[in-house]
């Protein structure tokens, strides 16, 4: 296929000469061309096509175009987070209050939370990565705008309680839930207050992602006490948690698809390692040393005792075995 023309390439107001027999995009029928812009990536469409002429930039605010709102940020040639920033809201804009789904990588701030908030009233999904300079009062802020929100993925940032709190209390039907962080090994620091505000205000989850979360024990059973109608939980890499005995039990009987601490991240896009903390490590070490009898989480559920699922590549157990004479209280 011949490729788009670029915005140098003509003015506003005229055409391109073209040699003999090739086709001119410029005189494509609009409903062509606005079939065409949908396969474009949102920065493509306001960045290039929205340039090119006249007729492209009437057709480029098509409404239609932006029910979704894909924006990575993936170092092209825009100059600026803040450019991005613009591009978004514009594209925000131009959806009229359509939007259903916005994707924003590696920029934003409250200010643009706040646009999306004020101007996307139907939105059902947001995803945050890396939005770093999004605060938690800015999250707190908009969460009451946000109530038809069924999907929700913060992955790479540190909140407080109080967003997540907010969250959960404003939007009620939230089905999904992603909230990831990098991995971490050592030091065995436990902290279940964010466990603890999702069981508290999330009851409807459906699907939740903790990957890399410190929560212990006690914050996963507040989950699975507060959250009853979980299908599908991601614990990867949540390191502070042992799923032998009655916890391993009930994850077994409640959740239909698990992936566990130590299961594989290869499907997890970012970067999950092992952090050792402070003071020396010693490689002989051995790593499973927090379970006293030299099993882990992989000894106790292999791969041979569950299935995967498409949707967070979860496990569905079909078959765990328990010995009726161990003592499932002596772990907890």
Same mark, same amino acid.
């Given at each position: 296929?011949?490729?788009?023309?670029?915005?140098?390439?003509?003015?506003?107001?005229?055409?391109?000469? +073209?040699?003999?027999?090739?086709?001119?995009?410029?005189?494509?029928?609009?409903?062509?061309?606005?079939?065409?812009?949908?396969?474009?990536?949102?920065?493509?469409?306001?960045?290039?096509?929205?340039?090119?002429?006249?007729?492209?930039?009437?057709?480029?605010?098509?409404?239609?175009?932006?029910?979704?709102?894909?924006?990575?940020? +993936?170092?092209?040639?825009?100059?600026?987070?803040?450019?991005?920033?613009?591009?978004?809201?514009?594209?925000?804009?131009?959806?009229?209050?359509?939007?259903?789904?916005?994707? +924003?990588?590696?920029?934003?701030?409250?200010?643009?939370?706040?646009?999306?908030?004020?101007?996307?009233?139907?939105?059902?999904?947001?995803?945050?990565?890396?939005?770093?300079?999004?605060?938690?009062?800015?999250?707190?802020?908009?969460?009451?705008?946000?109530?038809?929100?069924?999907?929700?993925?913060?992955?790479?940032?540190?909140?407080?309680?109080?967003?997540?709190?907010?969250?959960?209390?404003?939007?009620?039907?939230?089905?999904?839930?992603?909230?990831?962080?990098?991995?971490?090994?050592?030091?065995?620091?436990?902290?279940?207050?964010?466990?603890?505000?999702?069981?508290?205000?999330?009851?409807?989850?459906?699907?939740?992602?903790?990957?890399?979360?410190?929560?212990?024990?006690?914050?996963?059973?507040? +989950?699975?006490?507060?959250?009853?109608?979980?299908?599908?939980?991601?614990?990867?890499?949540?390191?502070?948690?042992?799923?032998?005995?009655?916890?391993?039990?009930?994850?077994?009987?409640?959740?239909?698809?698990?992936?566990?601490?130590?299961?594989?991240?290869?499907?997890?896009?970012?970067?999950?390692?092992?952090?050792?903390?402070?003071?020396?490590?010693?490689?002989?070490?051995?790593?499973?040393?927090?379970?006293?009898?030299?099993?882990?989480?992989?000894?106790?559920?292999?791969?041979?005792?569950?299935?995967?699922?498409?949707?967070?590549?979860?496990?569905?157990?079909?078959?765990?075995?328990?010995?009726?004479?161990?003592?499932?209280?002596?772990?907890?």
């Amino acid at each position: 296929m011949q490729s788009l023309p670029s915005s140098s390439s003509s003015s506003s107001n005229s055409k391109p000469i +073209i040699d003999s027999g090739e086709r001119n995009w410029l005189d494509l029928p609009s409903d062509v061309v606005l079939t065409i812009f949908r396969k474009l990536h949102t920065i493509d469409l306001l960045h290039r096509a929205h340039n090119v002429c006249t007729t492209w930039r009437k057709i480029s605010k098509d409404p239609f175009l932006y029910h979704t709102i894909d924006m990575p940020n +993936i170092g092209t040639d825009l100059s600026s987070d803040f450019y991005l920033e613009i591009l978004c809201q514009r594209a925000v804009d131009y959806s009229s209050g359509q939007a259903t789904d916005i994707n +924003i990588e590696y920029f934003g701030t409250d200010d643009l939370l706040r646009h999306i908030a004020d101007s996307a009233n139907h939105l059902q999904r947001l995803r945050l990565l890396g939005c770093y300079n999004v605060t938690d009062e800015g999250l707190c802020e908009v969460a009451g705008k946000l109530s038809h929100l069924e999907e929700l993925d913060i992955t790479i940032h540190s909140l407080s309680n109080d967003p997540l709190e907010a969250i959960g209390r404003c939007c009620p039907q939230l089905k999904t839930f992603k909230f990831n962080i990098e991995g971490f090994r050592r030091p065995r620091m436990e902290f279940d207050d964010e466990a603890f505000s999702i069981a508290k205000t999330m009851p409807g989850l459906r699907h939740l992602m903790l990957v890399g979360n410190k929560m212990s024990k006690d914050g996963l059973r507040a +989950i699975l006490d507060g959250c009853p109608h979980l299908e599908s939980l991601d614990i990867r890499q949540c390191f502070n948690l042992s799923l032998r005995g009655s916890l391993g039990k009930r994850c077994r009987e409640q959740i239909k698809y698990l992936r566990l601490p130590y299961d594989a991240t290869d499907d997890y896009p970012f970067r999950v390692e092992l952090h050792y903390g402070y003071g020396s490590h010693d490689e002989d070490e051995d790593e499973d040393e927090d379970y006293p009898s030299g099993i882990s989480d992989i000894d106790l559920l292999s791969d041979n005792d569950y299935d995967y699922d498409e949707f967070l590549g979860g496990s569905e157990f079909s078959e765990y075995d328990y010995d009726d004479d161990y003592d499932y209280d002596d772990d907890f």
